[in-house]
Nanobody, 125 residues
Framework: QVQLVESGGGSVQAGDSLRLSCVLS????????FGWFRQTPENEREFVSA????????LYNDSVKGRFTISRDDAKNTVYLQMSNLSPEDAGVYIC??????????????????WGQGTRVTVAS
């Protein structure tokens, strides 16, 4: 069974940085594309960033462009989200998602088959 486990969340001050990690187990990591989503107070999953299987495609929500960087380390079965210059608007539960089928679409939760439990990010002003 394929599973995703996130880590790296925490409580920080505005302007600080965090690096989130997402480890995949039970599957062939190199075959998966990944997305990061943020759970909103309305319980919606908002797209944050995505990376394809070869890391040749990296996508970002406009609100995080230039501040967040997504990457993957196939040797460690891990995808990362480096977050810099955090603001209170970035707070929330960050959830990692994965799929192992080809698609040109990355923005919608329905396009992912496997989900982690999430890691919480709190940003104080």
């Amino acid at each position: 069974q394929v599973q995703l486990v996130e880590s790296g969340g925490g409580s920080v001050q505005a302007g600080d940085s965090l690096r989130l990690s997402c480890v995949l187990s039970g599957g062939t990591f190199s075959a998966y594309a990944f997305g990061w989503f943020r759970q909103t107070p309305e319980n919606e999953r908002e797209f944050v960033s995505a990376i394809n299987w070869s890391a040749t495609t990296k996508l970002y929500n406009d609100s995080v462009k230039g501040r967040f960087t997504i990457s993957r380390d196939d040797a460690k079965n891990t995808v990362y989200l480096q977050m810099s210059n955090l603001s209170p608007e970035d707070a929330g539960v960050y959830i990692c998602a994965a799929r192992d089928y080809a698609s040109n679409s990355y923005y919608k939760p329905a396009q992912y088959a496997v989900w982690g439990q999430g890691t919480r990010v709190t940003v104080a002003s």
